[in-house]
Structures are given as C-alpha cells and as structure tokens.
C-alpha cells in the first residue's frame, strides 16, 4: 500500500531529516504545502522563520534553527527525548506543530546553562553520572528542570512517576533519580 | 502528513464558522493524539482549527459543582478538585506522562482516538478508520481489545481514563453549534460501534465541545480510581475501575462503578452497582460486585485474562473505599 510504502521509504531515509518538514507529500497535487511565518522566542532570543504549518516543534528547532540538543527519539510521544519547556511547562516538542506556538517561550537543553556555569540539575546529572550513551539525557535534563518547577517540594519517591515520561535504552534510572534528587535537595536549600 | 488550511480563531463563534460547511475541518487543542493521527495520515483534515486562542480554560465552582473548561489541560493540580473528586484525579495522573498532560485538554482526552494498533496504522483495514474496509483486528492480536460492548465491526477500547471517571460522577459535556449549546451526559458521549465504527461519538457535525460539568453527589468524594497497566508507570489500561460510594449508617446507599480499558466507552457495570446498594461494604458484598462486574462480558481466547482483570481492579477500589 502506498501509505506503508511512504512510512518505511521516509523512515529508511534517516531520522535526521525531518520527517514533517522534508518529506515530500505522497501526492503532490493533493498537498501544495502551506508555510507560516512564525515569531518564537527560544532560549531568550527572538526567532522568526517560514515554517511549513505541517512541521512539528521538534523538526523546527532541530533542523530550522539548528538546536539539535533536543532529540528525536520515537516521534509518537512515548520517549521523552524531544522535551522541551514551553512558557515553563514541560512538553513533548513531537508532539506539536510550531506553528500553534506563534510568541511562545521555548527553552531547549541548549538555553539551560549560563555561559560556561552549568544548569544545577546539568551539573547533578554530572556528579551522579546520571546517564550512559546520552541520547536520552537532553530530554531526562530538560523533563527534570520542569518537575522541580513543578514541584519545589519533591520527595524522593515521587520521582520515578513524575520522571515515567523520559525512557532510557541504557536503564541508567538509579543513578538519574540520584542526581534530580540531589537537585531537589539543593533547589530547596538555596544554592 | 497532507497539507492543511491553519486557523487560529479568537471567539467560540469564529470557530464554529471556520467549521460550518467544511465537513474536512477538525478542531486542534493540545495535539497530542491528533498530530499522531495526522502524521500517520489515520486522519487527513483539509483545514485544521487550533481552539487554543479561545477562552475555554480554568474550573468554575457552584453550589452544583465544578465547571471544567474544555481547554483546562489534564495536568491540573487543583487540592479542591482532588478532595470534591478524588476518583478524577487519580484517573488523569495515572493516564499520561506528565509532559502530556501538560498539553492534553480535557475535551481533547473525551474524543482522542482508540488505540487499537490496526486502527493507527493505515498499512491494515479498519472499519472505524475507512467504513467498510474491513476490521483486521478481528482474525488479527486482540489481546488489548474489548470484551464488553464490541460488534463484528470493531472489536476497540476507548483509551481513556478521565472519561471513565467523568462517567462514575454523572458529568455532562457542554456543546456549542451553530445552532445553540445543548449538554450530554458523558455516558451518552461514546457510542458503541454496531455496524458503523465510524459514528465514534454523539456530536454532530460542526460542534464543539466547550466544559465538562461535574455535579455535587454524595458519593463524589468517597472515590477512587484503579488501574491494571503493563508496566508501573504511564501507559494504557488493560482493565481499570472508577468506583464512588455513598453510604449510611454503614449501609450502600448510592454507587457507581464504571469500568476502562475493556469497551469502546466507558462501561458502567450496572450489576455491580445493584450487588452493592443496600449493603454492608464487607467482604462478601465486595466479592459478589466484582462478579457481577463482569456480567455479559464475552472475551476471545487472547483477552479473556481481562474479565479476572475487571473482577481484580473493582475488589481493589471497593476495598480500599471500604477501609474508608
């Protein structure tokens, strides 16, 4: 079937390239693409750029701006590897079109340092060797900076619930619940 | 994904005119099962409507009780709403990850598509997906698939959490058209799916879903929500229970039971209900309602493991609201 066909030539193309953005429509006439112009600010800096209304949040800031911090794991939502803080909140950037975002904060796992001072929770994550092979570490970092805005008062055992957005192949959880606990501790007593 | 007209209207009028006669248009809110369905192309909309920009958030209280905003997003965290309605908010954490319920909307999470893998995929037929194309669940692996309220047609659950417990509350959805608001009861919302999968629930064309009401009942506040999953944390039921009990005296007035994860809507197990009024909450009466629950259940080989599932997650609500 040529839907199929479509889903396994675009997979078998890479996952680099943007599935939303650069995949050409299975029948051309039935799909001109439609493109937006977009305002966004992202990790502080005002963004503007045309983006084709179909192209996920992610697909935007990876391949549009080039913020390829944010990873793109399954693309269906179920990972975490594409999160990202939108107006504070975190989301999964996969699984919304950029173009719903017109004047929205976004903060990717690049905007969390301040120059060469790591994020606390980045610095945690260091400390406690909070990862193996990193692919899903952006999304696990980024997913931790908005659990502690969420809830200044963490304890221990919420985390793995409140962390069960964010998988990771490597199983390194004991030691990710080790460093976001440790952040908590230490966004409680004040740096 | 095909092409789409983008929209954002300002006013619930605006967008029930970018609907009207565009019989291809969908409403978009948080997206997170709708972009899914339209990267796979399981639904090709020609004008997309993102409600976002519509003042349809937030709770409002009355001495009725609570009126919850269509767009109020699943991830509220509101101590008044856990205390009115505990079964609620256990049901909304344990539906998704927390980055999804940041973004999913109350009226989003009512009409979200099944999860039937035959049904996301456009590779296979599926009745509800294409009428008529077949339903490759039914010689296919029914292992998540319903045992109450199925048809040849479509053998589907309704994956949602929220819905059940909005069902066990008596809530009601709130609907705005072109031709006026109208309510129906969150029961009525689903429909089972007969010869036409299709239909999936009871708005017609053009409408939107704009709150969801939930009464003050005697029973609200004595609930909880149960849930058999594959793992420990987020992911779909394989059976779940809402359950709310009011009682007098020690006696069952009032229950309701209502069952997820096993039917294309939210199941109220009226049986169990019925084992239940009039009666001391003690261990026998939990016995006999968890029976009952399963009353008219007909399961295949690869999913009869659910009717001990339903018999399993009603013992454990009422079990716990028991020791209440």
Same mark, same amino acid.
């Given at each position: ?33 439609? $493109? ?5 600010? =992202?990790?502080? @800096?005002? =963004? @503007?750029?045309? =983006? ?31 999160? =990202? ?10 699984? $919304? ?87 908590? @501790? ?6 | ?7 954002? #209207? ?9 609907? %009207? /006669? ?40 009355? &001495? ?6 269509? *767009? !109020? ?22 539906? %998704? ?18 999860? !039937?893998?035959?049904?996301?995929? #456009? ?7 294409? #009428?008529?194309? /077949? ?18 047609? !479509? ?6 959490? !929220? ?13 705005? /058209?072109? &031709? /006026? ?7 009525? *919302? ?46 779909? %039921? ?50 006999? %309602? ?8 007909? #399961? ?25």
């Amino acid at each position: 079937m040529s839907d199929g066909t479509k889903r396994r030539t675009v997979l078998a193309g890479g996952l680099s390239v943007g599935v939303g953005l650069a995949a050409a429509p299975a029948r051309a006439e039935a799909s001109t693409p439609k $493109t937006d112009l977009l305002t966004l600010v =992202v990790n502080g @800096r005002r =963004v @503007r750029v045309d =983006v084709d209304v179909r192209a996920s949040l992610l697909d935007t800031l990876r391949d549009r701006l080039h913020l390829t911090g944010t990873k793109k794991g399954c693309d269906q939502g179920a990972c975490g590897a594409c999160t =990202v803080l939108l107006d504070g909140r975190r989301v999964l950037s996969c699984l $919304t079109l950029a173009v719903m975002h017109e004047g929205s904060e976004v903060t990717t796992v690049e905007g969390l340092a301040d120059g060469d001072r790591l994020h606390p929770v980045q610095r945690a994550f260091a400390d406690h060797d909070g990862f193996q092979c990193g692919f899903c570490t952006s999304g696990q970092i980024v997913s931790a900076v908005g659990l502690l805005a969420e809830h200044p008062d963490l304890t221990d055992a919420e985390i793995p619930e409140l962390m069960s957005g964010n998988l990771c192949r490597c199983a390194a959880y004991g030691n990710i619940r080790a460093a976001i606990a440790a952040a908590a @501790r230490l966004s409680r007593e004040g740096e | 994904m095909d092409t789409f007209d983008y929209r954002r #209207p300002a006013s619930v009028r605006e967008a029930l005119r970018l609907v %009207a /006669g565009h019989p291809d248009a969908a409403f978009v809110a948080g997206g997170t099962d709708l972009v899914t369905l339209l990267r796979d192309r399981v639904r090709t909309p020609g004008r997309l409507v993102d409600i976002n920009g519509l003042p349809l958030d937030g709770l409002r209280w009355s &001495r009725d009780g609570v009126r919850i905003g269509a *767009l !109020c997003r699943n991830a509220v965290d509101d101590p008044r709403l856990a205390a009115a309605y505990p079964v609620l908010v256990r049901a909304l954490r344990s539906g %998704a990850s927390p980055q999804i319920r940041n973004r999913a909307t109350f009226g989003g999470n009512l009409l979200q598509g099944v999860r !039937c893998p035959y049904f996301r995929l #456009p590779e296979f037929a599926c009745n509800r997906r294409d #009428p008529g194309a /077949g339903c490759a669940a039914a010689g296919g692996d029914g292992r998540l698939l319903g045992i109450f309220g199925t048809s040849a047609a !479509c053998v589907a659950v309704h994956p949602s959490d !929220c819905a059940v417990a909005l069902v066990a509350l008596d809530a009601t959805v709130v609907v705005e /058209g072109t &031709r /006026g608001t109208r309510r129906i009861p969150v029961g009525d *919302l689903h429909r089972l799916p007969g010869d036409t999968p299709h239909e999936e629930h009871a708005l017609r064309p053009g409408e939107l879903v704009v709150a969801v009401e939930v009464p003050a009942r005697p029973f609200a506040a004595r609930s909880t929500y149960v849930k058999f999953r594959e793992r420990a944390s987020y992911a779909f %039921a394989l059976a779940s229970a809402a359950v709310a009990v009011h009682s007098e005296h020690g006696v069952v007035r009032d229950a309701r039971i209502c069952l997820g994860g096993v039917a294309p809507k939210p199941w109220r197990a009226h049986a169990a209900e019925r084992a239940l009024r009039g009666e001391r909450l003690d261990a026998a009466t939990v016995e006999a %309602a968890a029976e009952a629950a399963t009353a008219g259940a007909r #399961p295949r080989p690869d999913n009869a493991y659910k009717v001990e599932l339903v018999r399993g997650v009603v013992r454990r609500a009422l079990t716990e609201l028991g020791e209440k």
